[in-house]
């Protein structure tokens, strides 16, 4: 120990962190330049070596873009070069489920001797990206990744923010780093062959950043609910963008971007959502789960006067007419206590963020209050008034 009056030292410094999101359609089509100046973007006069890693959702929906990819590599060699072949992983929730596919990221990415200013170029859902992203942040403890999202979600929320998420111990995003990406680029192109869940689960995110955040956005939302659900892709790019920007606002604005403090505000209706998905082994996508868990929050905030019946109905059939659930079977399960299963979502966020749990509900469309506090019989209540409704429109 040292003597008493030796100094201590404060030790302080800050690291601002910056980085590009773009929105481009045709992002390997020729002419576009997108990528090689994004690569290139911090002008250091060499060739960047990219090691790519793509979700064999994306290459299956889409065969010819590893093929693009190499046009696009070859017609910019000057400024990029593909250190390796791509390697294809397969996407979706069970790429964050076990470490084989962070161990074959980082294999790869040591296999072609990449350093810390080399590249990693990810394109896919949230799920792939998540998993890259931490596999990138640990290897040489952070190499530089761009971020391609190929979902709606991914591209409003998931592949635009500063962190990265693996399911262990049971829970969802158990293990994850902050690690602000090098850039992401947005190519609403990628969406028109999305899955239908897909396509539409990225509009939760909408709702829910809209519902506390922009009346303005949720109007819109609403609005445009027939074309969102139809597939219309200029309603959704509008959705997307606004989302991601508002996500990237919040992110910047807050004062706690990598989530010091006890608060999560943008996670309105996740604390169920992501008990859901775990109750569902993953079979609900993190979309869908999501806006029951908004629904719930929505039913139990105007239980507690903080939403208007109008605004409460607003919520709950804005989601629906998108093709969004407000309701799961597994909102009945039970714990062989008997206790509704999906009550231990609430203690696994508050453990997830420490301190104390801070729940942040709707105070009126646009606005928002935390609380501190929330009643398992209102929460209860919420839920059947919700299986009430499902049941009404069977
Ligand atoms: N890190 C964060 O800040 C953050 C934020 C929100 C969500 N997430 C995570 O994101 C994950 C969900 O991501 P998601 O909703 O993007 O789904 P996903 O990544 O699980 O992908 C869903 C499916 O779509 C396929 N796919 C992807 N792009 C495609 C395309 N263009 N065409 C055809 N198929 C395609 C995938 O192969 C997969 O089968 C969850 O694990 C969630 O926790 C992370
Ligand atoms: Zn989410």
Not at 350 to 363: D, M, N, Q, Y
Request: aromatic share 6%; with cysteine.
């Amino acid at each position: 120990m040292p003597e008493p009056s030796t100094p201590s030292f404060n030790q302080r410094f800050d690291i601002a962190f910056a980085y590009p999101v773009h929105f481009t359609r045709g992002l390997l089509q020729p002419g576009n330049t997108c990528l090689p100046d994004t690569l290139d973007r911090l002008k250091e006069g060499r060739c960047h070596r990219v090691a790519v890693i793509v979700d064999s959702g994306v290459s299956d929906a889409r065969p010819a873009m590893l093929e693009e990819l190499r046009e696009v590599a070859h017609a910019h060699r000057d400024r990029m070069e593909l250190a390796g072949p791509p390697l294809i992983l397969p996407g979706g929730e069970a790429v964050k489920n076990g470490w084989k596919p962070v161990r074959n990221v980082m294999t790869t990415l040591g296999d072609l001797h990449l350093d810390r200013q080399s590249f990693v170029l990810a394109i896919g859902g949230g799920s792939l990206l998540d998993m890259v992203g931490f596999a990138t942040s640990i290897v040489h403890r952070g190499l530089r990744l761009v971020r391609v999202p190929t979902t709606t979600l991914a591209q409003n929320d998931a592949g635009v923010g500063v962190k990265n998420g693996m399911n262990e111990h049971g829970q969802k995003n158990f293990v994850g780093t902050f690690a602000p990406p090098f850039a992401v680029i947005n190519d609403a192109e990628f969406l028109t062959t999305l899955p239908p869940p897909h396509w539409i689960g990225g509009v939760a995110e909408a709702f829910k950043v809209a519902i506390i955040k922009d009346a303005d956005l949720f109007g819109q939302l609403c609005d445009d609910a027939e074309a969102l659900a139809g597939r219309d892709l200029e309603a959704m790019a509008r959705a997307v963008h606004r989302c991601a920007v508002l996500h990237l606002e919040h992110i910047r604005t807050s004062g706690d971007p990598f989530e010091f403090g006890s608060a999560r505000p943008l996670d309105f209706g996740h604390w169920a959502g992501h008990r859901l998905e775990v109750l569902s082994d993953y079979h609900l996508g993190h979309g869908q789960a999501t806006a029951v868990g908004i629904a719930i929050d929505s039913v139990y905030a105007a239980a507690n006067d903080l939403l208007a019946d109008a605004e409460l109905e607003a919520i709950l059939t804005g989601l629906e007419r998108c093709g969004l659930p407000t309701w799961s079977d597994l909102l009945d399960r039970r714990t062989p206590g008997g206790n509704l299963d999906i009550l231990a979502g609430l203690e696994q966020f508050r453990e997830h963020l420490g301190g104390e749990l801070t729940v942040t509900l709707p105070a009126g469309i646009g606005e928002r209050i935390e609380v501190h506090h929330m009643s398992a019989e209102a929460v209860a209540d919420a839920i059947g008034t919700l299986r009430q409704r499902t049941k009404q429109d069977r």
